[in-house]
């Protein structure tokens, strides 16, 4: 796992606040036999080195934190939710190519993204 | 390999085999670069609104570009691309997108070429067989109702679900189970034919 990427496995989200500062947080919930978040990967690993002065990323585990899934409506993998201060700024479930997380966090970044 | 290098049995081999020769443009690039620029042009045909952006990244990494407000611009053409309406467009903007990046300390600057051009390849496959986007669409109405369990008491098993769409729709069942076959055909010849590229570059290096 990339040194840039926080790894949750349990029901909170102390782990990226206590790291994320001012930074948005970018959370990718994902599971260990999910083929489309292994593709995902390699990607996820590249934005958040790219973005890591604008952006937390955490991986978290739909089945090692069931909770934290519900508490975010998770209902398929990969679910990206960027947040700021608690508030959700974007969201997109499905994988996602490097160019379109990186116009995403753009976006968020710029203040212009919508829930 | 160098055209004046070749033997006389190389030269042979490779002109049956039709292996183009070596475009002198791309003498100086990495193998990594090399094997980009190898992906993009194995996604040809291109339509005239893809070969632009396409083109314009053969250059970007055959000339080493390093200007991020050019990387910028790439990918904005690239999305736009692959938000087309017209599915095989869309699919070669995916491979736009995948290759807008620089690729020096990218992980995911190949795999993710990999994965849209096989998606690409695939797609093509399917077509050939005379399957359209209007059939896939179809196609994908029907399964889902009948993943959902509509029309009947209870949501059938994952297994029961190709035999219930043979048994409702017969001839679209074998058309798309011709399609799927040609496409999963494609995509494993597609990573393949990436796969003997990377061992090829190998072994030229181990022989030097």
Known sequence: MAENITVISGETLEPIDAVSGERLQMLVFSASWCGPCKAMAPAVEDIAREYADSVAVAKIDIEASPGLARQFEVRGVPTLVVRRGGQQLARHVGGQSRTRLAIMLDKAVEGGASA | ?208
């Open chain 2, 1 to 208: 390999m160098t055209a004046s290098a070749l033997t006389p049995a190389m030269r042979t081999l490779r002109a049956q085999l039709r292996v183009p020769p070596a475009d002198p443009a791309w003498g100086h690039v990495s193998d990594e670069t090399r094997l980009l620029g190898w992906m993009l042009l194995a996604s040809r045909p291109w339509p005239e609104a893809a070969s632009p952006v396409l083109e314009g990244l053969l250059e970007a990494h055959r000339d080493g570009v390093e200007d991020p407000a050019l990387w910028r611009r790439l990918r904005g053409e690239a999305v736009q691309l692959g938000d087309s309406d017209d599915r095989l467009a869309g699919l070669l903007g995916k491979v736009a997108e995948a290759a807008a990046w620089p690729l020096a300390e990218a992980g995911a600057g190949l795999t993710e070429v990999l994965t849209a051009l096989c998606q690409l390849k695939a797609w093509r496959a399917a077509l050939a067989t005379g399957w359209t986007e209007a059939d896939d669409v179809e196609a994908i109405g029907i399964l889902t109702a009948i993943s959902a369990g509509e029309g009947s008491a209870a949501a059938p098993s994952r297994e029961q679900i190709p035999g219930l769409f043979a048994e409702g729709h017969p001839k679209l069942e074998r058309r798309f189970s011709a399609q799927l076959q040609a496409a999963t055909a494609a995509y494993s010849a597609c990573r393949a034919e990436v796969a003997a590229w990377i061992a090829g570059a190998c072994r030229r290096d181990e022989s030097e």
